[in-house]
DNA sequence: GAGTTTGAAACT
DNA sequence: CAGTTTCAAACTC
């Protein structure tokens, strides 16, 4: 699995075999990655096989990485500029090292370039393929995992990419794009038929073998993702040509030609042009689509993917990780730095979060956005549409997605992060690209165009966004633009003061990151069940401390995040409409008991938002309910309706709650909480350290003791040991309210 | 848009 | 751990 001769691999021109697969034969005569069985390619890649991934490698990188590929490649598409591909090096050379823990991989890694390097006079194409390399062997585990957890999902994944990829195009023209299925199908289409339409000049460009090593080698690139042994067939095929009249050779080879005009007239020349990574890349991802036909389906959700993943993140770990890796790099600087304005920029392309609860925001900007949906009939339609049922399915898959970036390799949170890029991708369809520019009535833009749009904006002042009054910060967001705040340092620029300061917070609170809000499986259910019922096992970790706005408003953290409160909560005069700390349902009894006037009204109000919230949790279960979009079982957003979920109250798994998790070590990191706490609740506390550990890996089962004595480890210790469904998925299910039909899922 | 209220976060 | 201060969002006008 981890030869580290990757030179040789992509120079290697052993004559493919025809017999069944030339994928195959390819793969266990030349991959490196033999050891992995790849038997089934995309999506059969057998968890066991990686049983036991490293623990670093916890979470999906893959995606991470796919993505932030992609987003790279976005760049290029966007800007044609040369220097990009050194950046791009660079990068993939980080991201790399980002697994950095990982000695071994690291080790590979780094053993690949140097034999890229050498190897080949295609400086860039040949390391490409090394970091490639490394990749594979490191990232199959994670792969693997994610695959097991949801078969087909990555076909999905690859059905995306391949179609951003294509549609790249369109898609950053229209901001609306991923509200419309139509239009992404149809971005798809054209894509296609452009390729097709391409003159087909597969002798020209095969005749230039770097070229054609280059391109094969992105091509693989890409296909890494799906499958890194695909990747190598891919590669195979391009060289030999094995299937001149396959489909995927021919769009291959007419992408190649079309995009690549330059390529045909001027010989390719060592230093990749940016052009030359374009046509690659159409490569990558027609080969992709072609041999994921049915991806294609899928179309409508890349684009909020991607599009979701390109905004802003915070990879707090991330750029530690980055660091380490550019250690030796005398340009780590300022590589950070660059990436760090890409970042910064509007075009942010490495979107993924690595750890906080960034979706949290997101979620409860869906949950807003849904609201609008249901005021607005018509205009906001685009974004409605994806809100309740793309948008779901699109979280879903959001939620499948593993953080993207280079630099994420570290981080095993993604299971929850992805909401927040679809938070995101929502909001770049919503509002983002709406009015991003006119920041005013900051409040009013995050819930009208924000309520897609996960990122807040915040209005720090002096926290200089470094702390958790910060929403941003909390939710493990940069800022941007569209931040009011004044002398932030919660920018890119500053990464390793957000990284301190983080570490900062989390040594105080390990779980300051952490979901605030945490639904047990059991909330689904009800809700399932009686859509008036309010999820009593869903509830604030801590609970609030309201006093004088009877958690009724906002201020209510309990009743912001769309829950009752519990015996948690030491709030005086409780009146969260979604549940009241004495424990009574809170809604329509409850509602009646209320009788004080003035209360009274915001009750029904509440109420009213309940019922809707319940009423599009419902529908949201039914929608999830479909196979379709994700093999996956759909995860709805907690909040999904209405109320939107502030900060990082919905379940998530933060990187910053898995190194909480990691330090657990120490007794206990919950806040104590002085009142006994319901059963749900203590359930729910135990499912966030479930989702904490079980996402973080290694420390798959620690068990500490709260102050209280309460008991915080997870009761999945054990179920960390299962080789197909590792904490990833299970925690998903338990974190984010999901329809039923995932319980059954196994 | 400015000012007030509120409660979490941070500090002592 | 409790009390106080700081802070920024939520809210009101």
Redesign the pocket.
Known sequence: MDTPDRATTTNNLNPPKFEDSPVFNFLNSLSPIKPVKSVHITQTFSSISFSSPPSVFTSPHVNSNKESRFLRRHNLLDTSKPKVTSEDENQTGSGEQALTDSTHARNNSRELEKNADKGTSIGDASIEPASEQAKFSIELPQTLKYESGSPGYDPILCGDEANTLLSLPSSEAAPDVACSHESSKKNLVEGELHLHGICQTEPKIDGTECDWDNLINNASDMLIFSSPNVSEAFKDLMNKQLDPSGRIMHIVNQVASGSGHENEDHPPKPGLASDTQYTQENIANVALVASNPCEKMDDEHVYVIHRGIRRRCLDFEMASVRRNNSDGNSNASSNATKSDERNTGGDSRRCFLPGIGLHLNAL?TLKEHRGMKNEKSSSGRQLNIPSSSSSLSQEHHLLLLPASSERDMELPENEVQPVEDCSQSLSLMAGEEFNQNSP????RK??IAGESESC???????????????????AGVYCIEP????DCFNKPIHEDTVLQ?RK??ES??PL?FAP?VIRSSDSVSEIADDPNKTPASAR?K???????????????????GGVGCSIS????GCKNAFGRKDGSAGIDAEAEEETEAPEKGEVEKALQKTEIQNIEENQNSALQATPLRLSRPLLPLPFSSKG?P???FIATISGSALIASQKLGKPNIL??Q?KLEKPHQTVADDEMMDIIQGDSSPIACIKTSS??GKRISSPNCELGSSPTRRGGRKLILHSIPSFPSLTHHH
């Open positions: 409860a005013k009535k900051k409040r995050v819930e807040k904006r915040c209005n720090c002042k002096k926290s200089k966004c470094l702390k958790l009054y910060c929403e941003c910060f909390a931040c009011s705040c004044q300061t900062q917070i105080r609170n300051a605030k604030h801590r609970g609030c401390n309201c006093k004088k706005s009877s958690c009724l408003k906002k201020y209510c953290e309990c009743y912001q909560c030491r709030c005086e939107k502030p900060r990082s806040r104590p002085v102050p209280n």
